[in-house]
């Protein structure tokens, strides 16, 4: 394996092996198992793409719109995110243009990161990768029922001593 690689996941991938999978909650299973044994390794999200999501329509600002979502990975080291030290590989708030002026979601989320937070890679040999898209109270992000999955573009590097 050289010194980096990419993985590029979707929600809907591995429904026959995981079909509790959901577009906030999804485990995928890899062609073949991954070893990073005897090297240390990080690895940052690059790109995270997703559709709309569902707006409750007493509540439209509690959803998504004025919110963090946090994307967990069960492959990285415990970072601390505010109180917490939890999974947690990214946060951001989706873009204003994700909802238009009566708050109803219009576009569908692609965020490409130019600045790559790299967090070190706690598990050495894998062959699943768990992702987890959640609001500040833990809650998954809702989305409506949608054959758009979301995907998630993971960057690996070996770390140089």
Known sequence: MG???YVTLFSNSSMKAY????????????A????LAGD????ALCEFSCPPPKVD?????AVFYDTNALIYCDLIAPQFVSHSKVRCLRTFIPPT??????VQPTAFCNEVFENLYYVPVEKRSFRDITILIIDTAGNPIAFPDSKTPAKVVLHFRRVLQ
Do not use: G
């Not at 079909?19 to 890899?30: D, G, H």
């Not at 073949?32 to 070893?35: G, L, N, S």
């Not at 243009?97 to 009566?102: G, K, M, R, S, T």
């Open 32 to 35: 073949h198992e991954i070893d």
């Open 19 to 30: 079909p509790a999978n959901t577009i906030s909650s999804f485990t995928v299973q890899l």
């Open 57 to 61: 329509s007493q509540k439209p600002h």
């Open 97 to 102: 243009a994700f909802c238009n002026e009566v």
């Open 40 to 43: 240390s390794w990080e690895l």
């Open 3 to 5: 010194s980096s690689f």
